[in-house]
């Protein structure tokens, strides 16, 4: 039974290709790569183009890039907006409070979130979203999207209120839960009240867990965890949930 991992950063990695074929073997389909600026916007979608039967591309500018590089904004959105016809997202795009001390600074990734997500429906494409110290804001964004746009929306490491998963699935509404699960017991009984039909696997690598560089390969770990919690063989848990990371990207669907 196929894996995906619906969030990760995998651009700088010198030994992506025996990578990712140590990740088929254990079990992954494909990854959705997405991008934090133009420069790794560019560095996705020729990822994606050297491989193309894993790499899924999303496109999108981070909350925290649009406060801390302000002057990198306009031309990124640019290169987004003439670049979406060849991604299979739109993320990582969201709101990051932690980096936004001001009124001024949130209502500047306010608007910028507005902006990427009109790109997506324009374009046909769901949306990966970011939610650090913002999730009910982005939630209320996400179901808004779902709303009017009809398109998906997934919730990417969101698995710190069991209420806020609750009207996110709700919502239809995706939800992921990653390698966190497998260092905290909180954040495992957390993410496994993410209903089934909204829950989505991902890895954010290469970001740090307990001192460990996510990838990929920790995916069916992450499954394996939340299949125990659910009473379920690992097999079962990925057969009900392959479906649901498909039904993010117009070319899974
Ligand atoms: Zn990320």
Not at 48 to 57: L, N, S, V
Not at 60 to 79: K, M, N
Not at 96 to 103: G, H, N, R, V, W
Request: glycine share 8%; with cysteine; proline share 6%.
């Amino acid at each position: 039974m196929p894996f995906a991992d619906a969030h990760c950063h995998l651009y700088d990695r010198p030994r992506l290709e025996e990578e990712i074929a140590r990740w088929r073997d254990a079990g992954l389909a494909w990854a959705l790569c997405v991008s934090e600026d133009r420069a790794t916007m560019e560095k996705t979608l020729r990822l994606k183009e050297r491989h193309p039967d894993f790499i899924r591309a999303g496109l999108g500018l981070h909350p925290a890039e649009v406060t801390l590089r302000p002057e990198g904004v306009g031309g990124a959105l640019a290169f987004m907006s003439a670049h979406l016809a060849e991604a299979d997202m739109v993320g990582e795009a969201g709101l990051d409070f932690k980096y936004a001390a001001t009124e001024e600074a949130r209502e500047a990734q306010r608007a910028v979130l507005r902006e990427q997500l009109a790109m997506a429906a324009g374009t046909g494409l769901g949306v990966n979203l970011h939610s650090r110290r913002a999730q009910r804001e982005v939630l209320e964004a996400a179901q808004r999207f779902r709303t009017d746009a009809g398109l998906p929306a997934l919730l990417h490491w969101f698995t710190h209120s069991s209420k806020l998963i609750a009207r996110a699935a709700g919502a239809g509404v995706s939800v992921s839960a990653g390698p966190a699960v497998l260092y905290s017991d909180e954040t495992l009984r957390v993410a496994c009240s993410i209903p089934l039909q909204r829950l989505v696997l991902e890895s954010d690598a290469p970001v740090p867990f307990s001192g460990v560089p996510a990838e990929p390969g920790q995916v069916p770990a992450v499954a394996e965890a939340l299949a125990r919690g659910h009473g379920l063989s690992v097999e079962a848990l990925a057969g009900k949930i392959y479906a649901n990371a498909c039904g993010l990207l117009p070319r899974e669907r």
